[in-house]
């Protein structure tokens, strides 16, 4: 008795992973075209709708300004600057602060983070201090610097360098503490010494909490120093916004608003390629693989 295959053999075509793969590329730049034609309408309809009401007289433009009026006063304002110099300066002056601010509170918020993460007593020890000094509104904590160092850029930068410590230190002591214990006991059993557990396994397993924080650390780091410029200052964005808001000039007010959101949006873009190549080794999660 012959046996023979129930099986029949079905032929791949050649071009069917290329043409899976084609299909997968044109779905994700009809998905980019959706999302940029999401937010194109999104603007429009929110600019537009901002200026007929106020062309209307539904809104008062004295108190809310107007797209048309903003637009004319940015162009203003970089073409003739500011009774403080011009609008260039200004905006590098807010820049400079920030970026040290962003730095020296992710640095310091990092160590504390990683530091206290490993070592339950010294979270126990200034676990109450941290969180007192957390508590303070962060204005007073302005006024406590422009006090002790006067109004140049030193204490925009701490201002700004604390809004980002907590942020970051919270993310770093947190994703310190998520570490895989078994994965600890393993380095340990092999031999590996408490610094290079702390770099080679508590540090990369904790960096995708740490890169996280630095998202939106950034933001506050502008946040920082654009209060401390509000509280005293002999230049940058927060006194050109001070100014206008004191001469009502909404327009003004908005103008540099919209640099504002330009810079963090730049910086959200730095943040993310960065993200990139520090993650790279690790595979993207279902929801990180459908993301934006």
Do not use: C
């Given at each position: 008795?012959?046996?023979?295959?129930?099986?029949?053999?079905?032929?791949?075509?050649?071009?069917?992973?290329?043409s899976?793969?084609d299909?997968?590329?044109?779905?994700?730049?009809r998905?980019?075209?959706?999302?940029?034609?999401?937010?194109?309408?999104?603007?429009?309809f929110?600019?537009g709708?901002?200026?007929?009401?106020?062309a209307w007289?539904?809104v008062?433009?004295?108190?809310?300004?107007?797209?048309?009026?903003?637009?004319?006063?940015?162009?203003?304002l970089?073409?003739?600057?500011?009774?403080f110099?011009?609008f260039?300066?200004?905006?590098?002056t807010?820049?400079?602060?920030?970026?040290?601010?962003?730095?020296?509170?992710?640095?310091?918020?990092v160590?504390?983070?990683?530091?206290?993460?490993q070592?339950?007593?010294?979270a126990?020890?200034l676990?109450?201090?941290?969180?007192m000094?957390?508590a303070?509104?962060?204005?007073?904590?302005?006024?406590i610097?422009?006090?002790?160092?006067?109004?140049?850029?030193?204490p925009?930068?701490?201002?700004?360098a604390?809004?980002?410590?907590?942020?970051?230190?919270?993310?770093?002591?947190?994703?310190v503490?998520?570490?895989?214990?078994?994965?600890l006991?393993?380095?340990?059993?092999?031999?590996?010494?408490?610094?290079?557990?702390?770099r080679?396994v508590i540090v990369?397993?904790?960096?995708?909490?740490?890169?996280?924080?630095?998202?939106s650390?950034?933001?506050?780091a502008?946040?920082?120093a654009?209060?401390?410029?509000?509280l005293?200052?002999?230049?940058?964005l927060?006194?050109?916004?001070k100014?206008?808001?004191n001469?009502?000039?909404?327009?003004?007010v908005?103008?540099?608003?919209?640099?504002?959101?330009?810079?963090?949006?730049?910086?959200?873009?730095v943040i993310?390629?960065?993200?990139?190549?520090?993650l790279?080794?690790?595979?993207?999660t279902?929801?990180?693989?459908?993301?934006?």
């Amino acid at each position: 008795m012959s046996t023979t295959s129930a099986v029949s053999a079905v032929p791949v075509e050649a071009g069917a992973p290329s043409s899976a793969a084609d299909a997968a590329k044109r779905a994700a730049r009809r998905r980019t075209a959706l999302v940029w034609a999401g937010r194109v309408g999104l603007a429009v309809f929110v600019i537009g709708g901002w200026q007929a009401f106020t062309a209307w007289g539904i809104v008062d433009p004295f108190f809310f300004g107007q797209p048309s009026g903003i637009a004319k006063r940015l162009i203003d304002l970089f073409r003739h600057g500011t009774e403080f110099g011009s609008f260039y300066s200004n905006i590098w002056t807010t820049i400079q602060e920030a970026l040290a601010g962003f730095a020296l509170g992710a640095v310091t918020g990092v160590l504390f983070g990683v530091t206290l993460g490993q070592s339950r007593f010294l979270a126990d020890v200034l676990g109450p201090y941290i969180k007192m000094v957390n508590a303070i509104p962060r204005i007073v904590l302005g006024s406590i610097f422009i006090v002790a160092f006067g109004i140049g850029v030193l204490p925009k930068i701490l201002l700004a360098a604390v809004l980002v410590f907590f942020i970051v230190f919270f993310n770093a002591f947190q994703g310190v503490r998520e570490v895989d214990r078994n994965i600890l006991a393993n380095a340990k059993v092999l031999g590996a010494s408490q610094t290079q557990i702390t770099r080679h396994v508590i540090v990369p397993s904790a960096l995708t909490w740490i890169i996280a924080s630095l998202h939106s650390a950034f933001g506050f780091a502008i946040v920082g120093a654009l209060v401390g410029e509000v509280l005293g200052a002999q230049s940058g964005l927060g006194l050109v916004i001070k100014t206008a808001q004191n001469n009502f000039d909404p327009d003004g007010v908005f103008a540099t608003m919209l640099v504002i959101s330009v810079i963090v949006l730049g910086a959200e873009w730095v943040i993310g390629k960065l993200e990139h190549r520090l993650l790279s080794w690790r595979p993207p999660t279902p929801t990180e693989a459908n993301s934006l």
